[in-house]
């Protein structure tokens, strides 16, 4: 393919194009990216020939650190090194907002072209899924330390999630932060956990597995069978596997520039591919 294409911001008009896009068994991005559109973290393109939308790709900052995810490339213009030039494109973006790190979540077959634009591998995220025997979760002493957000929770979350992913995300987490759930026991003074279901996958960061493995288990109630982690959550992998839980697939974690420092065992569910 002659280079005729053009890398263009995306607009809010070309949402309705990107669910076309989409390869088959993924799900549908198209309301990831109109939830984050025109916040100032976040920088969608699109990858235009002859004035048709041939591809997408976003990036996320959070302060100096960048995520790229959701690079889609339609079906007929596949394997000729257009997520490439996606990826190069947003490379770009983060180096003009003086981004100092670019992570992403890579599949085996993008695996050698995110490494040969210098992105080195940092571990994998592993996922894994509830089998269809269920079991039935009865309430107990610590499942009653969940209770509903509050005012009071909002800079203990943001403080949570640093720790944890080693970045300020708060300007992703403030749209859905009034709907999260936080694990307090009556007589601690501080949380040692949150979930938010509505943001992604249903993300958790919690500070000890007590708390963590409580919020699994709630997100089961609301259906959210698979769950998605770093595989240094040795103990969450374990607790998952004791409850009919399986593995069936991974991702590369990989990183451009410098590495962060965080504690990934303390994700007992991600965000997404498209932010850790």
């Not at 981004?99 to 940092?122: A, D, R």
């Amino acid at each position: 393919m002659e280079k005729s294409f053009t890398i263009e911001t995306l607009q809010g008009s070309d949402l309705r194009h990107i669910k076309d896009l989409t390869p088959v068994g993924w799900y549908d991005v198209t309301p990831l990216y109109k939830m984050h559109l025109n916040q100032d973290y976040f920088f969608p393109i699109k990858l235009v020939w002859k004035k048709i939308i041939i591809g997408v790709g976003e990036l996320i900052i959070n302060k100096k650190n960048g995520w790229l995810g959701n690079i889609i490339v339609t079906k007929s213009f596949r394997n000729q090194g257009l997520g490439k030039e996606i990826t190069k494109g947003l490379i770009e973006i983060a180096n003009t907002q003086l981004c100092e790190s670019i992570y992403l979540l890579s599949t085996p077959l993008g695996k050698p072209v995110y490494q040969k634009l210098g992105f080195q591998e940092k571990g994998k995220y592993l996922f894994y899924e509830k089998g269809e025997r269920n079991i039935e979760i009865e309430a107990n002493n610590e499942s009653r330390s969940i209770i509903p957000y509050n005012e009071a929770f909002r800079s203990q979350i943001f403080e949570l999630d640093k720790k944890a992913i080693g970045e300020d995300r708060s300007k992703v987490l403030t749209p859905k932060i009034e709907q999260s759930l936080v694990y307090k026991k009556p007589h601690e003074d501080k949380i040692s956990g949150f979930f938010i279901p509505t943001l992604g996958d249903g993300v958790i960061i919690c500070n000890n597995e007590t708390a963590g493995f409580e919020f699994i288990k709630e997100r089961e109630k609301l259906g959210r069978k698979r769950v998605i982690i770093p595989e240094e959550c040795k103990g969450t992998i374990n607790f998952l596997l004791q409850n009919q839980y399986s593995h069936f697939r991974e991702a590369t974690f990989m990183y451009l520039g410098k590495m962060k420092d965080w504690n990934p065992e303390m994700i007992f569910s991600r965000i997404g591919g498209f932010l850790g």
